[in-house]
């Protein structure tokens, strides 16, 4: 198999896939939302997104002021939603305005 550029990796070798999947027809199709808000306050930049799925969610924040993004882990998606909308809330009280606020922007 090549690629566009008509190369093909050493080594690789057509594989017949037929039938590798059948084990996961059974699954249903998860029910994803995501949400994402831009913050801004005294020429920083913050991040602030929630994703929820049927069995749970995670919330995630990028702070300027942190070394690293925070990831929060949830069983319960409408827990997950809860505490990003009270994270946001924070935020704002603590001066924080809203530049964006919807789904994740891709492009």
């Not at 949400?35 to 990028?62: F, H, P, Q, W, Y």
Request: proline share 5%; with cysteine.
């Amino acid at each position: 198999m090549q690629d566009d550029f008509g190369f093909e990796p050493e080594g690789f070798e057509d594989e017949n896939l037929d039938g590798e999947f059948e084990d996961f027809e059974d699954f249903d199709e998860v029910d994803v939302k995501t949400r994402t808000a831009i913050l801004s306050k005294n020429d920083m930049i913050a991040l602030l997104c929630v994703k929820t799925a049927t069995e749970g969610g995670a919330i995630c924040r990028v702070d300027p002021r942190e070394g690293r993004p925070s990831v929060q882990v949830y069983d319960d998606p409408h827990q997950a939603v809860e505490w990003f909308n009270r994270s946001l809330r924070t935020s704002l009280n603590n001066g924080w305005q809203v530049v964006y606020d919807g789904l994740p922007l891709e492009g």
